[in-house]
């Protein structure tokens, strides 16, 4: 009887170790490194701490920057999880070299591009208005790294008035850089995504870029090849994906792709 009860106790104590282990594999932290503009981070910042309440074990880090240095990053093997972007042909020339996992790239969401001008300035209504004499600063994402400033100047050559006024160019990192710039008062007018502007107090939107003036406002999402986390980072990538989140990007001012659940 003795070596009966020794046998059965020794099942329940393997059982309960197999239940265990399981768990913990079930719950093991993980870290999800996120590569994305800074255009997108109040929203993300708010989904990050909805997301720790359902996935507690799964830590979210943003790496907040332009995405041509992102991408430059990935392609140098920096340990990314995930890519959000708004320049299209980044995520083709990513996809091209095998650095996105198939069938994850997405469009994610859209918005507009908009003049602004600090609070209180006047004589300033149009795009056309950036050439008049007291217009003397234009600050614009940088069109080298950023997909805001490709779309900026886009709308300028639209207009035709790039050549006009080019001169009176002076470049930021981001649209976050370009309304900090206008808030301090050191720029006459500007040209960003329209989400960024909606944030704040100390300007105003002029004039709404038209939609066939440049090439669609739309952020792509990714998860990358080489990440060590590719379960969770589907599983984040499907959250932002989803209803809860979309409803926090709409009230920052985005819109959602009529594609949003169609890979590209």
């Known amino acids: 009887m003795k070596h009966r009860y020794d046998f059965r106790l020794i099942c329940q104590i393997a059982i309960l170790f197999l ?6 594999k079930s719950t093991k932290p993980v870290s999800l490194t996120i590569a994305v503009s800074p ?10 701490e909805i997301y720790a309440q359902q996935k507690p074990n799964v830590t979210i880090n943003y790496n907040f920057g332009p995405s041509g240095d992102s991408s430059q990053a990935i392609e140098r093997g920096a340990n990314i999880d995930i890519f959000i972007t708004g320049d299209s ?4 020339n990513l996809q091209s070299k095998g650095f996105l996992l198939a069938d994850t790239r997405k469009p994610f ?18 795009f056309k208005d950036l050439t008049s004499s007291q217009v003397k600063q234009i600050a614009l994402p940088d069109v080298q790294i950023t997909a805001a400033g490709k779309y900026a100047l886009e709308i300028l050559t639209y207009f035709g008035i790039l050549e006009q006024v080019k001169p009176k160019f ?10 900090d710039w206008l808030e301090m008062g050191k720029a006459d007018a500007g040209i960003v995504i329209a989400t960024e502007a ?3 107090n100390q300007i105003k939107i002029v004039a709404i870029a038209p939609e066939n003036s440049h090439s669609p406002v739309t952020f792509f999402i990714a998860v990358l090849q080489g ?10 990538v499907a959250f932002l994906l989803s209803e809860q989140a979309s409803s926090v990007f709409v009230k920052y001012g985005f819109t959602i792709p009529v594609s949003h659940n169609t890979a590209q």
């Open 39 to 48: 255009i997108l981070k109040p929203a993300l910042l708010e989904i990050k």
């Open 109 to 126: 969401l859209s918005s507009k591009m908009v003049l602004i001008v600090p609070k209180n300035a006047i004589g300033i209504s149009s």
């Open 227 to 236: 990440s060590k986390n590719i379960p969770q980072g589907k599983e984040f």
């Open 198 to 200: 909606l944030g704040s």
């Open 19 to 24: 239940l265990l282990t399981g768990c913990d």
């Open 89 to 92: 042909k980044l995520m083709d």
């Open 170 to 179: 002076v470049l930021h990192k981001s649209s976050v850089d370009v309304v």
